[in-house]
């Protein structure tokens, strides 16, 4: 059935801004309330606000799940008789989705977010060893009475007040997990209510920095994320949307394929080693702004179809001097890539978790790795020396022991979370294990 989701922009003294309306990450705190809500399920946003600015009025509009309602006695009468869950995130709040999402996944309504160890300033006392992060699930019914009563009170404050009362189960902070499987790394918990300038640049460069993958290749980890925390810090603010980035990236990923094949292999090779910066500014800004789109998930295919695209190019353009090798090498290179990409896609569907973030062994192999951007890395110095056709090999040399190693530990992976979900798997290892093969522990996962 799903929940609804309740904001308000929050209330402002004369003259001055309402705190939802400040600016974090290129885009109102509200909005991204707004964009975080549905995003983690839902069904409608109902908006508690007397009025809003015209542009951000205009951009909210555009979704038919989201409904304003201009007072707390307005929203009072539209909860009549509603069943659903409500989730109420305090106004002005910048909170981590993973927060949002464990509170309505998690928890039955009534149910509080709370801090039960130190807390961020901001946040709201609850009892003597809690303070209320921002975040509850509340009974429609609850809401309905809380505002068609409210009065003069403020009515974010007292829904809180009413759920304690109402013995409001908590979800402590502290306890969820920050291991992020899609940056591949740990990532410490978003949590601010920023009053200021100063307080929404330092919740923007938190943002910045929570958007970065973990367990990279090399390029990726050291040469990379300047460039690309540059470019989002220049791009949140404008009309630039992630999907523009990527077709952008597109756009010079093909022209590179262009310049391999008909010769112009240093020029290509310049685009190829820009391309790979731009291809992690589309999903940076995408998380610093929250905003994803049906299409994001499509920039991997295109990931794909450039570097294939590179390396057939370059055998178009090597294939004049070296003929028939030069196409085997191409097709060994994307053979080998492919195979690599499969395995870890299974192992991913199969664990919930990416085969390059499995272990220790793994994260550090990932580094040095063969991928796009090591591969053209490693050709540079090949490029720059004029010997195009020993790159190309060296590029297949890499891509086989990639391979080749990937497949060792897929195979260890597997055998290793097998065994540890299930009891079947552990016999079947145990009883057909060789003699002449060390024992492996049966407790081990």
């Known amino acids: 059935m799903g929940f609804i989701a309740l904001l308000m922009a929050g209330e402002s003294l004369p003259g001055e801004q309402p705190s939802g309306l400040g600016q974090v990450g290129g885009i109102s705190l509200l909005e991204r309330q707004v964009r975080m809500a549905l995003k983690a399920g839902a069904k409608a946003v109902w908006l508690v606000a007397p009025a809003l600015p015209s542009d951000l009025a205009a951009r909210l509009s555009d979704d038919p799940r989201l409904w304003r309602v201009p007072t707390a006695e307005a ?37 509080l977010l709370a801090f039960g160890g130190a807390a961020p300033a901001g946040a709201e006392r609850l009892d003597s060893e809690t303070h209320w992060a921002g975040a509850a699930l509340l009974p429609a019914a609850l809401v309905a009475e809380v505002a068609a009563d409210l009065g003069d009170w403020e009515l974010s404050g007292t829904l809180v007040r009413a759920a304690v009362e109402a013995g409001a189960g908590r979800l402590i902070v502290e306890e969820i997990p920050t291991y992020a499987p899609a940056r591949r790394r740990d990532a410490p918990m978003i949590w601010a209510r920023p009053q200021d300038e100063a307080g929404r640049a330092k919740a923007t460069e938190s943002l910045i920095a929570a958007a970065q993958k973990g367990c990279l290749d090399w390029p990726a980890r050291f040469i990379h994320p300047p460039v690309e925390n540059a470019l989002v810090r220049l791009l949140m603010n404008t009309p630039v949307s992630p999907n523009m980035v990527t077709l952008f990236t597109g756009v010079l990923g093909f022209a590179a394929i262009w310049l391999f094949a008909v010769g112009q292999p240093m020029w290509a090779l310049a685009l190829v080693l820009i391309v790979g910066p731009l291809d992690g500014v589309d999903g940076k800004l995408a998380r610093v702004r929250h905003q994803f789109s049906r299409w994001g998930d499509l920039e991997h295919v295109l990931d794909k179809v450039l570097e294939y695209g590179w390396f057939l ?21 994307i053979i080998f890539a492919l195979a690599e990409a499969a395995s870890g896609e299974f192992f991913r569907r199969f664990s919930g978790r990416q085969l390059d973030d499995w272990g220790p062994f793994e994260r550090r192999f990932r580094l040095i790795g063969g991928r796009r951007n090591t591969f053209f890395w490693t050709l540079l110095p090949f490029g720059l020396a004029g010997a195009w056709w020993p790159g190309f090999l060296m590029i297949l040399a890499y891509a086989a022991i990639t391979f080749a ?17 299930s009891e079947e798997v552990r016999r079947n290892f145990a009883g057909t294990a060789y003699d002449f093969l060390p024992k492996a522990d049966p407790e081990a996962s």
Do not use: N
């Not at 290793?416 to 979900?421: C, D, L, M």
């Open 313 to 333: 190019a370059l055998a178009v353009w090597l294939s004049k001097s070296h003929g028939l090798a030069a196409w085997l090498a191409a097709g060994g290179i």
């Open 405 to 421: 190693v990937t497949q060792w530990r897929f195979c260890h992976a597997i055998g290793a979370y097998g065994r540890s979900v």
């Open 75 to 111: 929203l009072g009468e539209r909860l009549a008789g509603e069943t659903r869950s409500v989730l109420h995130l305090a106004p002005g709040l910048l909170i981590d989705e993973r927060l949002v999402s464990h509170l309505v996944t998690d928890r039955a309504a009534p149910a």
